[in-house]
């Protein structure tokens, strides 16, 4: 009786190499978690709580999307809808229906930008603006660490500023905070979305930051189905493996 010949070698390889996937990913799922779970991912940067520039005199604060109050709800919910509302066109009562959900969800992390009073000295240093002076939010960030084509990233969800502190380098400043924190907790790279009519944001991503539209992005993937989609994904990337995957 003939016996079958079984390839040991092979099987031992797919044993291995389907361990060191699910090995990879448990550490990018703890990866995430563990940057989900910081309480303050600003306090590795006290260096960026502050901007004292251009006549601007402003104080971060990081925040948590279950624990806004309800005025912080309704204010990020106004300055999105004051900003984003032009470039959805018809397709906003949608759209702001799923960013009021996206807002408050437990993955959720925020940075808010607060306006120090003048009668406040631009170099007395505020710890918690909300709490210790007459501040007024006047912008955020909305952002999570999530997983992307089996990577960690920061995605940003949202970078909103009221106009009259618009152009003056805060927003370049507040991508600057971000890529900081994405490295610091190992992220692979740095992602969001920005809507075609908006051109502005589109020059200041691509042209201005050096940002890239993502190969899964909808122009990417299939030019036909890129032309019907109103958006593009950008990123930039931080490693050989995001910059082969995402780029």
């Known amino acids: 009786m003939e016996v079958e010949n079984v390839d040991v070698n092979g099987k031992n390889h ?62 990020v919910q106004k300055l999105v809808k004051l900003n984003m509302e032009q470039h959805f066109g018809s397709d906003w009562p949608t759209e702001e229906k799923v960013k009021h ?31 210790e002076c007459n501040c007024n939010v006047v912008g955020f960030v ?3 660490f999530i997983l992307e ?17 618009q152009g003056k380098g805060l927003g370049k400043f507040l991508m ?14 740095i992602m969001l979305t920005v809507q075609r009519q908006n051109r502005s944001a589109m020059f200041f991503y691509t042209s201005k930051l050096g940002y890239c539209v993502s190969s899964i992005s909808p122009s990417r993937v299939d030019p036909l189905v890129g032309l019907r989609k109103n ?17």
């Open 142 to 144: 909305h952002y999570r």
């Open 14 to 75: 797919k044993t291995t190499k389907r361990k060191e996937i699910l090995q990879k990913k448990k550490f990018i799922e703890e990866l995430i978690k563990a940057a989900s779970s910081l309480k303050d991912p600003l306090a590795n940067f006290p260096d960026f709580l502050h901007y004292n520039k251009k006549g601007l005199c402003l104080c971060l604060e990081g925040g948590h999307g279950t624990r806004l109050s309800r005025s912080l709800k309704q204010y």
């Open 101 to 131: 959900r996206d807002m408050v969800a437990p993955e959720a992390r925020y940075i808010f930008v607060y306006e120090v009073p003048n009668l406040v000295s631009t170099n007395e240093k505020i710890s918690k603006p909300s709490n």
């Open 176 to 189: 600057q905070l971000l890529e900081l924190i994405a490295r610091k907790n190992s992220m692979a790279a």
């Open 149 to 165: 084509e089996e990577l960690p990233v920061l995605y940003v969800y949202e970078l909103q500023l009221e106009p009259h502190i």
């Open 231 to 247: 958006y593009e994904i950008l990123c930039r990337t931080f490693d050989q493996e995001a910059k082969s995957k995402l780029e």
